[in-house]
């Protein structure tokens, strides 16, 4: 498999800069491993997010509290080898960074040489203002997150909308004002209201990734795994998901057509299999007429 077109240049903090000034909405897409990370940056997507969703799309572990630093930093260099186009961003796993941000930048430094990203995620607002500060200042871009923060869903009394109440907006507007001035090159706005992440956006100088926010933002990311379909029906999908496509029944179709040929042997068929030639075979066919297939085993 090789990499994206050879013709697209690397996604560079400038880039999305450019963007963001000429008011071109920016793409985001979760990504987990190689196949993931490659069809995402094929796809043209400007950037990918290893995210901590991993934790249940790939792991298939309860929520994002369980992922380990070693797990993600595993799969972070699995969509580096893929992503050679796109800026690739690693969610930083809860308990890696709210200690101090000394341990915040290390765990950092650890995402940019073991886990070959460009810049970090974080969850958290104007109490994670310091941690940022201290991360870009090491000179490694970060990505804030604000509104929903699912690390904190135990906190939050579960995943719920932010930003409903004009004192809920204003903390949101706050929390997006502190990461920007602590050094984040572009923010997650996460289940707020359209019309408070719009004049959100108006308001900071960086961008706004919406997830669950409305079109006004500055870009967009979903979860790969909800929007392309690749998963069995009747799981729950939040309300802000778009599928766009349904992978679980094409290859769920597909494995169960191979399933059958192969019980059939259908599969594999003349065209899948390597030639011999005839007097080759044939002198195969004399030789274990002769051959002792009993001694053969015993020596």
Known sequence: MGSSAPSRKKVTLNSLRSLYKSGEPI??????????????????????????????????????????????????????????????????????????????????????????????????????????????????????????????????????????????????????????????????LEAVPAEVATLITKKLSIPTIGIGAGNGCSGQVLVQIDMTGNFPPGRFLPKFVKKYGDVWTESLKAIEAYGAETKSRAYPAPEHTYPIPKAELAEFERILATIDIQKLSDD
């Open 27 to 188: 793409t985001m897409i979760t990504a987990h491993d190689f196949p993931s990370g490659h069809v995402g940056d094929s796809a043209g997507m400007e950037m990918i997010l290893v995210g901590d969703s991993l934790a249940m799309v790939a792991l298939g572990m309860e929520d994002t509290s369980e992922v380990l630093v070693e797990e993600m930093l595993l799969h972070c260099r699995s969509v580096a080898r893929a992503a050679k186009s796109a800026f690739i961003t690693g969610d930083l796993p809860m308990g890696s960074y709210e200690i101090s941000p000394e341990q915040a930048l290390e765990t950092a430094i650890r995402f940019i040489k073991d886990g070959r990203v460009q810049s970090v995620k974080l969850e958290g607002g104007a109490e994670m203002a310091p941690t940022i500060k201290k991360i870009t200042t090491a000179g490694i871009p970060v990505l804030g997150h604000v509104g929903l923060t699912p690390q904190r869903q135990n906190a939050l009394g579960g995943f719920r909308v932010q930003g409903k109440t004009a004192l809920s907006a204003v903390k949101v507007l706050e929390d997006a004002l502190a990461v920007q001035a602590a050094g984040c090159f572009a923010v997650v």
